[in-house]
Each structure stands twice: as structure tokens, then as C-alpha cells.
């Protein structure tokens, strides 16, 4: 059962455009949403994580937007450059018994910035 | 620092075969996570351990076995290989087992099993 649904599958964007990820989730016990970031033939990194307490962080051209009543979070890269071409994956977790960071991820998108 | 090693990087194996793939991290974190990434399916959670001798099953663990004997190392085995196996395989280690604590991955086990 797929808990993060992440849209679009893949993105093509011109060098300064803007890359918008969209991301939906269904558990409201959710309650730290991260982005990661992979390039080919690399694990994912961290990029920009976000709490439900907030409705928008922002870290250099990456923007996180929350939207806690839709259940909605999305990933905006502003000025997109060819080397910001990778794969993106959201993802969500919540507080379990045990206290593990069981983070659950989203089917990811596969961005391609042209020059 | 090395952080998180994976091995081997690449790994055929034929039906019914079993295999260990070997992760390693020298950050002296206590959670660690495999998980497997395919094509349209993102990445799904198969084993993960809260701190040495101790461990749990993820999303999709059928078929797969870890342990935990010491804090760097959370070895995953494959039992008995099976096409539907066939995978990328990360191994994931974080500071704490708190929400919030960022995953650190490694570079990933490319496994064919013909």
C-alpha cells in the first residue's frame, strides 16, 4: 500500500525554469516530511525536510510548500540547472512505539534540467 | 570518513543461490535500514535494526534475513535467490532512531539473479 503518492514520474524543465514535485500522503500521524535527492549510481541524500508546523522552509533555490489540510507537500526548484538533473524522492515518517525513523518514500521523479 | 560501505557494487547470482550483502558505517549510528529500489516502486523499507541486537521487519521482508552483533555492521541475507529479487539494494544508517534524524545512504548492491 503506497502511503506517499508522488507526482509527476518524470520532469524535463529549461536551464532557469522552475521544477515543481508534488507529493500527497494519507496517515495524518505523519509528522516529518523529508526530500532526497539522487544522482546515478549514488544512495540518496538529504536536501530539504520540513514538520507539519510550518507551511514552507526554504534553503538556497529549494523550497519546501506544506499543506496540512490537503495533506499535500511539494518541492519547488527555483532557477533549475543542469546539475540539479537526478531523481527525487519525498518521503514521510512518524513517531512508532519503539521511536525508529522508519521513513517511508515516494515512488520518485526523475528530473532533467536542458541547457 | 567513510560513511556507509556497501559491497560488493554488483553481484549475479543464479536461482536458489544465497548471498550476504555487506554493509558497514563508522559513524557509530544506531539505526540501520536496508532497503530495496525498482523502477516505479521508489524505495521500500526490508529490514531495519534500532541498535545492536535488535532488529525488525520493514514493508517487504519476505525472503531476506539481518542481523545486528555489533553497532557498524547489519549484514542482509538473501536466502534463496529469486528473480522477483532482482534489485538495487541500500543500506541506510542514522545518528538516532528519532523521527527527524537524517538517513545516510550508501551507494547501493546492483543485484541481478537470473
Known amino acids: 500500500q503506497q502511503q506517499v503518492k508522488q507526482s509527476p514520474q518524470s520532469l524535463i524543465v529549461q536551464k532557469g525554469g522552475i521544477s515543481i514535485i508534488n507529493c500527497a500522503y494519507e496517515?495524518?500521524?505523519?509528522?516529518?516530511f523529508p526530500w532526497y535527492q539522487q544522482f546515478p549510481g549514488k544512495g540518496p541524500a538529504l536536501l530539504i525536510a520540513?514538520?507539519?508546523?510550518?507551511s514552507e522552509k526554504k534553503e538556497g533555490r529549494f523550497t519546501i510548500s506544506f499543506n496540512k489540510s490537503a495533506k499535500q507537500f511539494s518541492l519547488h526548484i527555483m532557477d533549475s540547472q543542469p546539475g540539479d538533473s537526478a531523481t527525487y524522492f519525498c518521503?514521510?515518517?512518524?513517531?512508532?512505539?519503539?521511536?525508529?525513523?522508519?521513513?517511508?518514500f515516494g515512488t520518485g521523479t526523475l528530473l532533467a534540467v536542458q541547457p | 570518513n567513510a560513511g556507509v560501505t556497501q559491497t560488493p557494487k554488483f553481484q549475479v547470482l543464479k536461482t536458489g543461490q544465497s548471498m550476504t550483502l555487506q554493509c558497514a558505517q563508522d559513524?557509530?549510528?544506531?539505526?540501520m535500514s536496508w532497503y530495496r529500489q525498482d523502477p516505479g516502486m521508489g524505495l521500500r523499507l526490508i529490514h531495519y535494526?534500532?541498535?545492536?541486537?535488535?532488529?525488525d521487519q520493514g514493508e517487504v521482508p519476505n525472503g531476506y534475513n539481518v542481523s545486528r552483533s555489533t553497532t557498524e555492521d547489519f549484514p542482509l541475507r538473501l536466502l534463496s535467490a529469486a528473480p522477483s529479487q532482482t534489485s538495487v539494494y541500500f543500506c541506510?544508517?542514522?545518528?538516532?532512531?528519532?523521527?527527524?534524524?537524517?538517513?545516510?545512504f550508501g551507494n547501493g548492491t546492483r543485484l541481478t539473479v537470473t
Open positions: 541506510a544508517s542514522s545518528y538516532s532512531t528519532g523521527s527527524g534524524s537524517p538517513l545516510h
Open positions: 496517515n495524518t500521524a505523519f509528522d516529518y
Open positions: 520540513i514538520r507539519p508546523d510550518v
Open positions: 518521503a514521510a515518517s512518524r513517531p512508532h512505539g519503539g521511536a525508529t525513523n522508519k521513513l517511508i
Open positions: 559513524m557509530n549510528h544506531e539505526y
Open positions: 535494526s534500532v541498535g545492536a541486537g535488535i532488529t
